[in-house]
């Protein structure tokens, strides 16, 4: 497998886009694979089993692309499925929550931190494991959020009925004591500006995406996988939902004017 070999991201829908961007940023001569399951969006309330199928039906879409590196951009699926992937498959595989938990540690100083995550990733577990695996004191308040990863997947981030809604969701923990709040799904960077401004000034809100970009970062240099090519990389996008949909949002969260997309379709369970 050459340098020049793509890096794979895949996600529940458009939150893996965040992942993507960041990593765009920091390794230009990258070329991203993005799968988006859009027809399967959200993935927060399946079944952790059914989270790992459809993971892996990615994953091995993938493969045949002759990817270097996977990185698993969706929370809901780094907690069902990064242990198997990265058991069975032959190249380096990351998940997002482990860089979340570390870049939420590294801000804190009251090692009091709130998680924002699906019902699924709530439920695991994972981001308290992570943290406390980093600091056994660690207060950690989880606060599952059913209604944002819709919102984002239909482009409707951006207006009051947004601001209500993330208003009305975190009023929840908004009594409660932290000084950092971890974004634990992906799709949460697009709403980011609301969640900053309800929190408030006292909270430092933290996206996953820029730590899971340096961890990728670090595994190419460790393999002496950078790319080397002299143009600029054409960036594939696959979707199994609206391609319209994810054609706006990549234009408008990325900045890519013409993107390329393609439709991808699963087999039915």
């Not at 599952?144 to 409707?156: I, Q």
């Not at 709040?181 to 980011?192: D, E, K, N, S, W």
Request: some cysteine.
């Amino acid at each position: 497998m050459t340098s020049n070999a793509p890096i794979g991201v895949i996600d529940s829908g458009v939150g893996g886009l965040t992942v993507a961007k960041e990593i765009m940023k920091l390794l230009p001569n990258e070329k991203i694979c993005y799968i988006g399951d859009n027809a399967r969006c959200p993935y927060g309330p399946r079944p952790l089993a059914e989270v790992r199928r459809y993971t892996w039906q990615m994953a091995e879409a993938l493969m045949k692309m002759n990817i270097k590196m996977l990185v698993i951009a969706c929370n809901t699926a780094t907690a069902a499925a990064l242990n198997s992937l990265q058991k069975k498959l032959p190249i380096p595989v990351i998940g997002v929550i482990f860089p979340g938990a570390r870049a939420a540690i590294k801000s804190s100083s009251t090692k009091k931190i709130a998680v924002l995550g699906t019902s699924g990733t709530v439920k695991s577990g994972a981001y308290e494991k992570a943290i406390k695996s980093l600091v056994s004191a660690s207060d950690v308040i989880q606060l599952a959020c059913p209604r944002f990863v819709p919102l984002v997947e239909s482009d409707e981030y951006e207006g009051e009925f947004a601001r209500r809604m993330v208003a009305e969701t975190l009023s929840a923990i908004k009594s409660k004591e932290f000084d950092t709040a971890i974004l634990g799904c992906t799709h949460y960077p697009l709403l980011q500006g609301f969640i900053e401004e309800e929190l408030g000034s006292t909270v430092t809100v933290l996206s996953s995406a820029q730590e899971t970009a340096k961890d990728v970062a670090r595994h190419l240099s460790f393999a002496d996988k950078f790319a080397d090519r002299r143009k600029p990389p054409v960036h594939q996008f696959y979707t199994s939902g609206s391609t319209a949909i994810f054609r706006t949002i990549i234009k408008k969260w990325l900045a890519i004017e013409n993107p390329c997309i393609h439709s991808i379709q699963f087999p039915k369970p």
